[in-house]
Nanobody, 115 residues
Framework: QVQLVESGGGLVQAGGSLRLSCANTRNIGSINTMGWYRQAPGKQRELVAT???????NYADSVKGRFTISRDNDKNSIYLQMESLKPEDTAVYYC?????????WGQGTQVTVSS
């Protein structure tokens, strides 16, 4: 099955930046749309950004202009470049791959933005 592994989370001050990485370690679903979601304590998981195999992107309004999602199909990986981070960006960030009717998730990586 699909296996997704995230990395790059950490603690950063407001206004700082982080780059998250997600590797699809299996050769399954490599052409499918992938994305990043996040979940803050006590909140529902929400979409951050998605990217198709061909590179078409979309973003949540809350991160538009600050975050950039990208994809390296040769490495079966996606990335999330996070700039101008705000305390409200604090959450566990999850990598997602959608294949047919099934969503696959990574273990998550913690992003904490201090004020």
């Amino acid at each position: 099955q699909v296996q997704l592994v995230e990395s790059g989370g950490g603690l950063v001050q407001a206004g700082g930046s982080l780059r998250l990485s997600c590797a699809n370690t299996r050769n399954i679903g490599s052409i499918n749309t992938m994305g990043w979601y996040r979940q803050a304590p006590g909140k529902q998981r929400e979409l951050v950004a998605t990217i198709t195999y061909g590179g078409t992107t979309n973003y949540a309004d809350s991160v538009k202009g600050r975050f950039t999602i990208s994809r390296d199909n040769d490495k079966n990986s996606i990335y999330l470049q996070m700039e101008s981070l705000k305390p409200e960006d604090t959450a566990v960030y999850y990598c997602n791959l959608r294949r047919f009717a099934t969503d696959y998730w990574g273990q998550g990586t913690q992003v904490t933005v201090s004020s």
